[in-house]
């Protein structure tokens, strides 16, 4: 039998699908040690668990050097790779939205080349261009997104927001929810013709957990 690899998005959703993983009998015990090393194997059920950066998952699964990826549907709206978006995991839950002051909740809409700081690009453009239909001008940065229009680099960000404190803390509020976010289970297509006893088998356990959750 070959070995099924599954990438992990590094993080927060690594340590959730890992216990995901062992709650259906697999072996996530020395990913769960903290180590550099970032390819584990359960010999037993011949797999492999990959840790890779979040953005990348679906880059990794669309080429099939992962068979499978669990990652963000925020990486997952923004890569818009090539893949099958088989489960929703229904953890590392949160959502995308536009932040900023809450100042100009009433008037951003209606602002021309609103400036826009966010780590998705794709994601920010299509939900002002299609559904907004409103110009924008996009800066993309690669973190602490909060700071742009605390320091005059934007009028807004999009970005995800969980609990709600980064905003709070920095004195920025939600104008306007983009979608919902969770962890999906994601597959490679060809992949998913060669395994696929093996990889719907591992789809109806975790269907099975998510019921018990
Ligand atoms: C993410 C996100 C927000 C924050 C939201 O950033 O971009 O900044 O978490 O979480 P909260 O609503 O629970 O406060 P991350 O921690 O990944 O750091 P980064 O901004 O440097 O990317």
Not at 161 to 188: M, Q, Y
Request: charged share 30%; aromatic share 8%; net charge negative.
């Amino acid at each position: 039998m070959s070995y099924l690899t599954v990438a992990l998005a590094k993080g927060r959703l690594a340590e959730l699908a890992m216990d995901l993983f062992t709650s259906i009998g697999m072996d996530c015990a020395e990913m769960k040690e903290k180590t550099r090393k970032l390819i584990f194997t359960d010999e037993e059920h011949k797999m492999k668990f990959i840790l890779v950066k979040a953005s990348d998952v679906p880059t990794y699964v669309e080429y099939g050097a992962a068979d499978i990826g669990i990652v963000g549907k925020d990486t997952l709206l923004e890569e818009h790779r090539n893949l099958y978006e088989m489960i929703n995991l229904d953890f590392g839950k949160c959502k995308m939205a536009v932040c900023g002051p809450i100042e100009i909740k009433d008037e951003f809409s209606n602002i021309n080349n609103l400036r826009v700081a966010s780590k998705y690009p794709y994601i920010a453009n299509s939900f002002f261009k299609d559904v907004k239909g409103q110009t924008i001008e996009l800066i993309k940065l690669n973190g602490s997104v909060e700071l742009a229009p605390l320091v005059g680099l934007s009028d807004v960000i999009v970005d995800i927001v969980e609990s709600g404190r980064t905003l709070k803390e920095n004195g920025l509020d939600v104008l306007e929810d983009i979608c919902p976010l969770s962890a999906w289970f994601v597959v490679n297509k060809v992949s998913m013709k060669m395994h696929t006893p093996r990889i719907m088998d591992i789809v109806a356990k975790f269907k099975e957990e998510l019921k018990k959750a």
